[in-house]
Structures are given as C-alpha cells and as structure tokens.
C-alpha cells in the first residue's frame, strides 16, 4: 500500500513538472539543425554544470513538439539507451540520436529546471544525400547541318532536390519537381565551338554532386558524328574526283586499245 502511494507521488510529480514545463518555458533559445541521413547527432542543452539534482525533459514532435513525449528523466550522472537510436547522457543532459533518418525529423524541446526554468528548441530536418546527375546527348537527325548539341543532365528526385546547370561560375538554369517519383531532368543547348566550362549540379540542403561536362567527348563524339563527318566531307570529296578520273583514265586506255586491235 505504501509502494503504491510513493509511487503515485512520483508520477505526480513527473506529470507536474513536465505540465509546468509546457506552461511556463517559452523558449529562450532555438536552433535549427540540417542533417545528412545516417549520420550521428548530438543535441547538446547549452548548459555547463547541471546540477544532479536538476529535473531534465525532452518533447519531441514530428510538428509540435507537444504530441509525443520521449524523455521525462531525473539525471543523476550515467548514459542512458532508449528508443532504439537514441541515447542520453544523464550527466550532461545531451540527447543523442545514432544513424539518423527521415523518421527523426521534427521539434525536439528541452527543459532543464534547476533554480530556474531554462528552455530550448531544436528543429531537425534529415534528408537523404543526392544522388550524383548524369549528362546526356539528346541527338538530332539533321545531320552535317548540326551546330549546336542538345544535352539532358538527369539526377532521381528526392525531398528538396533541385537540379541546375552552372557555365563557369554562374547558374544559368535551376529545376524542381515536388513529384517525387518522377527523375529531375534539365536540358542543355550549347554551340560545338564554346570553349566554357559547363557543371550539372544536384543539391538538396544537406549534400550536392556536381558532373563536368566534357564538350568534346559528348557533344563532337557523340552527337551523331556528324562534326566528323562534315570535318571529313572536303577530302571524301576530293579522293571521290580522284577515283573517277582514275576509272575514266582506264576505261580510256581500254577503249583506245580496243580501236587498235580493230
């Protein structure tokens, strides 16, 4: 009976001071955290030398920090693992979360009480690194009269991916598509005889890949080998003349030689 009463003091106790906590605390501190999927990341509670005695919660929410509690902890000095991923120094108060993911994305809110009711925000987005853009030739079917190649850089979509070609230094077109199930495609006019450094970058606010674009491999190799082509046309022509003459030359000789016999 008396187990039961103690305990039912202490979950009071717990619940008046978490209660107490989404009262009185407003926030006086907020960070922002962006964070590449897998990594590690410790929430650190900005304060130094907690007192063993001081009462610690964290609130975590995918939205409003208020939904869902993780943490309602006395902290009295060791390392804690919960929740899988998740671990909590007992002496400092740091939350940290291990091989992290999309599914931790959200508000994470702290509250320390010592002599005073000390708050802070977190705000964490994960996203998943972007994955490296490949550049392609579109190819025409217009032949020796191609001056121009036609380029396609592609990356696989993902939450704020965005997709851009950059001429030197500058970015001269950027693309997005809230379809995720869909490829970020952006295309390329450029002339054959540019001598500028084109880059296709794939960006999201936590990672970006960047691909070079080789004018002279893609664009005169592969764009139909019409440049080779159309670079070859005055010699073809010429050794085209010198056949003929030959033959003519010949087919003379054969002639003349047959008036002889007759």
């Known amino acids: 009976m008396v187990v039961n009463i103690v305990a039912g003091i202490r979950s009071l106790r717990t619940f008046l001071i978490f209660y107490c906590c989404l009262l009185s605390a407003a926030g006086d501190e ?3 955290l962006q964070e590449v999927e897998g990594t590690t990341i410790t929430l650190h509670t900005g304060i130094t030398g907690i ?5 610690i919660v964290w609130v975590y929410g995918s939205e409003k920090a208020e939904k869902k509690i993780v943490i309602i902890q006395m902290f009295k000095g060791e390392t804690e693992r919960f929740k899988e991923s998740l671990q909590l ?3 400092s108060g740091a939350l940290t979360i291990r ?5 931790h994305s959200g508000v994470y809110l702290l509250y320390v009480m010592t002599r005073r009711l000390y708050s802070r925000t977190f705000t964490v987005s994960v996203n998943a690194p972007v994955s490296t853009p490949v550049i392609n030739v579109r190819r025409k079917r217009s032949g020796f009269s191609t001056e121009s190649c036609s380029l396609l850089c592609s990356v696989e979509n993902g939450e704020d991916v965005k997709l851009s070609w950059y001429r030197e230094n ?4 950027i693309t997005s ?3 995720l199930s869909v490829p970020l495609n952006l295309p390329l006019q450029i002339q054959h005889h540019e001598k500028n450094t084109y880059i296709c970058v794939s960006a999201n606010p936590v990672s970006n890949k960047t691909t070079s674009l080789s004018i002279t491999q893609l664009c005169v190799h592969n764009s139909g080998q019409s440049e080779v082509s159309r670079s070859h046309l005055p010699a073809l022509i010429f050794a085209g003349v010198i056949v003929l003459i030959i033959i003519s030359v010949f087919v003379w000789m054969w002639l003349e030689k047959k008036k002889q016999q007759d």
Request: proline residues 0%; glycine residues 0%; hydrophobic residues 20%.
């Open 30 to 32: 907020m960070v922002t």
């Open 51 to 55: 007192q063993s005695d001081a009462q």
């Open 89 to 91: 120094n007992r002496t």
């Open 99 to 103: 091989n992290i993911s999309r599914n």
């Open 170 to 173: 500058e970015r001269i077109s």
């Open 177 to 179: 598509n809230t379809d």
